[in-house]
């Protein structure tokens, strides 16, 4: 399976609900019209609309008008999250967007986000180039950051507008600071004055994964990071992480990733 694919529904006759179990489709309605289910409710979009079907959103009921036409990219999972930019706008998108598949663009946000589609197109049939994987990373990163730039007003409401939401926020920024040397969700819940049953009710609610997701989705990425950093041993990262000894980091790494350390950097 590919990691990333782009195609357009008129000239390449694919539909994003061909790939919606393996691939987060990110879908920008040039004209026509589409209607689908999700969390509840049913959808329509049509032109100047951009949907996203995230894989953890069960999507049914998907039609199309004759003359729909829409640009179409997906993205598997770990390139998602191997090229994920920005954690906590991240986990922001991921909620707002579960609830809000279907978000319409004024015209300057057009503009933006079809630069950003085109600009993929475009890496992605450089497929010779050097550094081709990472090259195509880093336009995705682009379109994620302007994605949430449109969606800031919104998405900053959720700090606000709901107690649950801003619970979980808040649970989110302390994992962000505190993952490295914190990983017990009781620790949190303490400093959130919650219980920690009550905290991870929040968390499913929100995102249908307890605390102890988050916490490990956290602490993964943060052991990427240092992986990435080739000067680092596995030693001083497993210190950092405030594991007792590197086999315990290996250990952990291995059950998230599906591979060891070691693995991962001869890979990268």
């Not at 032109?47 to 079907?53: N, R």
């Not at 191997?82 to 922001?92: C, G, R, S």
């Not at 605390?211 to 680092?232: C, K």
């Amino acid at each position: 399976m590919e990691d990333f694919l782009i195609f357009n529904t008129q000239e390449d006759g694919n539909y994003p609900d061909a790939y919606k179990e393996n691939y987060h489709c990110h879908i920008l309605c040039r004209s026509g019209e589409m209607q689908f289910d999700a969390v509840g409710k049913t959808f329509m979009a049509g032109p100047g609309d951009l949907v996203i079907w995230q894989m953890t959103t069960a999507v049914s009921s998907v039609s199309y008008s004759e003359d729909f036409d829409a640009d179409l990219v997906l993205i598997s999972n770990p390139f998602l999250n191997l090229y994920n930019p920005e954690q906590v706008w991240a986990t922001k998108g991921y909620i707002y967007i579960k609830s809000h598949p279907v978000f319409h663009l004024e015209p300057d946000e057009w503009e933006v986000i079809e630069a950003d589609f085109e600009q993929f197109r475009h890496r992605i049939h450089s497929r010779f180039d050097l550094f081709y994987d990472d090259k195509v990373g880093r336009v995705f990163q682009l379109l994620l950051m302007d994605m949430w730039g449109i969606y800031s007003r919104e998405m900053e409401n959720l700090d606000t507008d709901e107690t649950s939401a801003r619970i979980f926020m808040r649970f989110l920024y302390l994992v962000q600071q505190n993952c490295r040397a914190q990983r017990e969700v009781a620790w949190y819940a303490d400093k959130l004055c919650v219980t920690p049953k009550y905290l991870s009710a929040i968390c499913q609610k929100m995102t249908g994964k307890g605390g102890s997701y988050w916490i490990e989705y956290y602490t993964a990425h943060e052991i990427l990071l240092l992986l990435n950093n080739p000067d680092l041993t596995l030693t001083e990262i497993s210190d950092r992480m405030n594991f007792p000894a590197p086999p315990m980091l290996t250990r952990y790494f291995k059950r998230v990733h599906g591979m060891t350390p070691s693995e991962y950097r001869s890979g990268r």
